[in-house]
């Protein structure tokens, strides 16, 4: 949808350095997922927490292309996305980050307690919001462009 509306389309892919990692380039959960059809206008392959630390630079290549704004999505939520939009925001960039098109996952801090998906969204949209990004939704941003 998005490639349909004529935008540029990047795709971020984490490749873990670690064996044992579902991550890493030779296990299933590296494969980008089937429903990202349209092919990207980059292809951005990391081993950290943010697209803006990966190869090709994203960074040279959104200067060279006259891009100032950019959409983040994906997974996971307070992680890859949320590093990416703050990194994003620091560069200079106008982020917009659909915070319902990210997704992550009940996590476990070192006091023993677990925060859940939804609690860890809201912290990350509390996080950006305002500062780093301007959370949207995707309905917002599809009716936006």
């Known amino acids: 949808m998005w490639a349909a509306r004529g935008r540029p389309l990047v795709h971020v892919q ?3 350095a670690e064996a044992d990692s579902p991550l890493h380039p030779g ?21 950290v927490n943010s697209a803006f ?17 950019l959409v983040v999505c994906g997974i996971t ?6 590093t990416t ?11 917009l980050f659909a915070l319902d098109a990210t997704h992550t996952f009940d996590r476990t801090g070192p006091d023993g307690t677990t925060l ?12 950006l919001h305002g500062e780093f990004a301007t959370v949207v939704s995707t309905a917002d941003l599809l009716r936006s462009t």
Do not use: F, M
């Open 77 to 82: 939520t307070n992680h890859c996305c949320e």
């Open 27 to 47: 296990r299933p959960g590296n494969r980008l997922k089937p429903y990202l059809a349209d092919p990207p206008d980059l292809l951005v392959t990391k081993q």
């Open 14 to 16: 984490h490749d873990s």
């Open 116 to 127: 859940t998906a939804d609690q860890l969204a809201t912290a990350t949209a509390t996080n």
């Open 85 to 95: 939009a703050r990194v994003g925001g620091n560069l200079g960039y106008g982020v």
């Open 53 to 69: 630390h990966g190869h090709p630079d994203l960074h040279a290549w959104l200067q060279g292309a006259g891009i100032t704004d």
